[in-house]
């Protein structure tokens, strides 16, 4: 393995069990790609990845789009408390708010 990983990157290719040489040189191949913004038209590079916390689903964005998302989550999760299901996984995200739902990581 010609890569030095982080004690947290390590525990986590522990973790997942990713010890296959080849896989490993397939994702530092790819290391250095830039990820773009998910929003239609944009043309940005993703800065920020939104996960799903119920299943995983994940949206990269960039700034722009993640502020606009922010303020759009919010406002769907506070007016329509009885009725707000997640599109990938048909959770029921009634009661929650933007933190309880959606986790934001930094690509």
């Not at 800065?47 to 916390?53: A, E, L, N, P």
Request: hydrophobic share 40%.
């Amino acid at each position: 393995m010609s890569a030095v990983l982080s004690p947290a990157e390590q525990q986590e290719v522990t973790r997942f069990g990713i010890h296959d040489d080849d896989v490993i040189a397939d994702m530092e191949a790819h290391l250095d790609d830039i990820v773009p913004c998910i929003a239609p038209s944009c043309t940005n590079e993703a800065r920020w990845q939104i996960i799903m916390i119920c299943c995983g689903a994940a949206f990269p964005m960039c700034g722009e789009h993640l502020t606009r998302h922010r303020v759009r989550a919010s406002f769907i999760l506070d007016t329509a408390r009885n009725r707000t299901f997640c599109k990938s996984c048909q959770a029921s995200l009634t009661g929650l708010d933007y933190d309880e739902v959606f986790r934001t990581v930094t690509l």
